[in-house]
């Protein structure tokens, strides 16, 4: 380990400080680009989500899904990406509340 006694055990606690996604609403859901960028950081650690982007030998892990926020967030849904870890780990202190996800739209 090379962090300082200085450092946050963890970058991912800058995410107590990010007053705008307290109690935010989040659904499971699996990335998808969009037509301004084709990826997504997670809001604490900035884990990569893409579904475009591959994994290499020694590069850093992408995720397919994540949590992120849903159609009532202030900036619409898919705007904020949450990873498993952070979010078992800040749920509580962020009181981020799970919404299920809706199911799949039967085909006609
Ligand atoms: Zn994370």
């Given at each position: 380990?090379?962090?300082?006694?200085?450092?946050?055990?963890?970058?991912a606690?800058?995410?107590?400080?990010?007053?705008?996604?307290?109690?935010?609403?989040?659904?499971?859901?699996?990335?998808?680009?969009?037509?301004?960028?084709?990826?997504?950081?997670c809001?604490?650690?900035l884990?990569?989500?893409?579904?475009?982007?591959?994994?290499?030998?020694?590069?850093?892990?992408?995720l397919?899904?994540?949590?992120?926020?849903?159609?009532?967030?202030?900036?619409?849904?898919?705007?904020?990406?949450?990873?498993?870890?952070?979010?078992?780990?800040f749920?509580?202190?962020?009181?981020?509340?799970?919404?299920?996800?809706?199911?799949?739209?039967?085909?006609?």
């Open positions: 380990m090379t962090s300082t006694p200085t450092e946050p055990d963890w970058p606690e800058q995410l107590l400080e990010k007053g705008y996604l307290v109690g935010v609403r989040f659904q499971w859901k699996r990335h998808t680009s969009c037509e301004i960028w084709d990826h997504d950081h809001e604490g650690c884990t990569t989500f893409s579904e475009h982007f591959e994994e290499g030998p020694g590069s850093d892990p992408i397919r899904e994540g949590f992120t926020t849903c159609s009532d967030y202030v900036h619409g849904s898919d705007y904020a990406w949450v990873c498993p870890d952070c979010w078992e780990t749920k509580d202190a962020m009181k981020w509340v799970l919404v299920p996800t809706e199911p799949a739209a039967a085909p006609a």
